[in-house]
């Protein structure tokens, strides 16, 4: 999951739409090839679940034969909710000493069956509160997870050579664009149609990893029962594109009862994390994901957290040729490719 390996596209499965990045990673800095978007089929997720995979590997090879992609070998990855993320500190030793030594005591760590899952993990630095010991990250995926998304992507016409982790694609994307932080704690928080993923990095690593059960889904679902539309039409309201007269105070009241939640389920997280590691303070919060656009989003996070925010957008940092194409639009969906950006900056083995 940790290596860097040829370029690879960089697939991201959302329950609402695939984001699809093809990267020249040989320039410095990268070079943007091929980038889209496609909407998702209603049926295809369920409570942010694959439902009907045939029609995610439809929508997959729709988008990758609009861009005209030639390119087959892709980069995806699974859910942080499929996926046990863990730092541990083991006596300092070689990473040959470590694997033996892993292959032995899994089962400590790891809350499945051993045989139900792959497993990862990178030595991060010498512990800092113990001597002659040394932090090491352990991931563990659930096998049927990665088996389920590695089918997904071949029915789309395309080879899964990575499946990597949408926690670390993130990182990755945040590393290309802004480079390390070796002062402060950051927050990455990614917030899709269904889910949010939160990441705190330190110096390069992420230290805290979580799922929030937030998204913009639930301000769609909000405005189709309010105003009785069809999920379709709840969501061109949503993005301000429907020509419906509807009470500008009632979809207010939606808008900002909705975000009072999610930053209400953020603060939770953050408090958690600050339960945990009390002396490394966030810095900044960096949004991304197709719901980090709402108006005032970003301003409402600053002034609930007290801290800094910024709507990350990794494809400002990248070379295109504005012939190709629009500004305007690479600005637009920049924020909502953060994990598929992350994952072309992938290689093959």
């Not at 290309?176 to 993923?197: M, P, Q």
């Not at 309010?226 to 309201?237: G, K």
Request: charged share 25%.
């Amino acid at each position: 999951m940790f290596g860097k390996k040829d370029s690879l596209l960089g697939l991201d499965i959302g329950s609402h739409s695939i984001k699809l990045v093809q990267l020249n990673t040989t320039s410095t800095p990268p070079r943007l090839m091929n980038i889209g978007l496609s909407q998702m089929a209603g049926e295809a997720f369920v409570e942010g679940r694959v439902n009907r995979s045939e029609l995610v590997g439809r929508s997959i090879q729709q988008l990758a034969n609009h861009l005209k992609i030639k390119e087959k070998a892709a980069a995806s990855s699974i859910s942080g909710y499929e996926v046990m993320i863990k730092k541990i500190d083991m006596p300092s030793m070689t990473e040959e000493e470590l694997g033996t030594r892993m292959q032995g005591e899994l089962g400590q760590y790891i809350p499945y069956n051993i045989d139900e899952v792959d497993v990862d993990y990178q030595i991060l630095d010498l512990s800092k509160d113990r001597p002659n010991f040394m932090e090491v990250l352990l991931v563990a995926a659930k096998k049927e997870s990665v088996s389920e998304y590695a089918s997904i992507v071949r029915g789309g016409g395309l080879e899964p050579v990575v499946v990597d982790v949408d926690f670390f694609a993130l990182s990755n994307a945040f590393e290309a664009a802004y480079g390390i932080n070796n002062e402060d704690s950051i927050a990455l928080l990614d917030i899709g149609a269904s889910k949010a993923i939160m990441n705190i990095v330190l110096r390069g690593v992420p230290i805290f990893t979580r799922g929030i059960s937030i998204g913009g889904a639930q301000i769609t679902e909000r405005i189709r029962d309010q105003f009785d539309l069809s999920h379709e039409e709840a969501e061109r309201v949503k993005l301000g594109e429907s020509s419906l007269k509807l009470s500008p105070a009632e979809l207010e009241d939606i808008f900002v009862s909705t975000v009072r939640k999610w930053l209400a389920e953020f603060k939770r997280a953050v408090d958690f994390y600050y339960s945990n590691f009390p002396d490394h303070r966030i810095a900044k919060v960096y949004l991304s994901g197709g719901s980090c656009r709402i108006a005032g989003l970003d301003q409402a996070f600053r002034d609930h957290m007290n801290l800094d925010v910024e709507i990350f957008n990794p494809l400002k940092q990248v070379e295109y040729d504005d012939k190709v194409f629009d500004p305007d639009y690479i600005d637009y969906v920049g924020p909502q490719t953060a994990i598929a950006f992350g994952l072309a900056l992938r290689k093959a083995n």
